[in-house]
């Protein structure tokens, strides 16, 4: 299984982003989850996206973060708006297993989004 994610780049504060990534070998039927991790932090979960497109997000996310998924491009993306200089990270995409509690078993190399204050 391979997990190729894209998107990342250098952003002004409030600006969007729409991070994809793009996977292979794999059926696709399984839930995904998106992470990130910040210079000198431990890596943290942002949310879950079930295989029939149920969501779940962490609690820092309020409405800023959004995951949706195409199955017939087998692509998972990370809609991010109101960006803020902390949101700064490598984000990485995974492939869990099956339902919004699995946990990741796969993961993509990271796309590093920089926030500009």
């Known amino acids: 299984v391979q997990l190729q994610a894209s998107g990342g780049g250098l952003v002004q504060t409030g600006g969007s982003l729409r991070l994809s990534c793009v996977v292979s070998?794999?059926?696709?039927?399984?839930?995904m989850s998106w992470h990130r991790q910040a210079p000198g932090k431990r890596r943290e979960w942002i949310g879950v996206?079930?295989?029939?497109?149920?969501?779940k997000y962490a609690d820092f996310v309020r409405g800023r973060f959004t995951i949706s998924r195409d199955n017939a491009r087998k692509t998972l993306y990370l809609d991010i708006n109101s960006l803020k200089p902390e949101d700064t990270s490598v984000y990485y995409c995974?492939?869990?297993?099956?339902?919004?509690?699995?946990?990741?078993?796969?993961w993509g190399q990271g796309t590093l989004v920089t926030v500009s204050s």
């Open positions: 070998g794999t059926t696709f039927n399984y839930a």
């Open positions: 995974a492939e869990n297993g099956y339902g919004l509690r699995s946990n990741p078993h796969y």
């Open positions: 996206i079930s295989e029939e497109g149920t969501t």
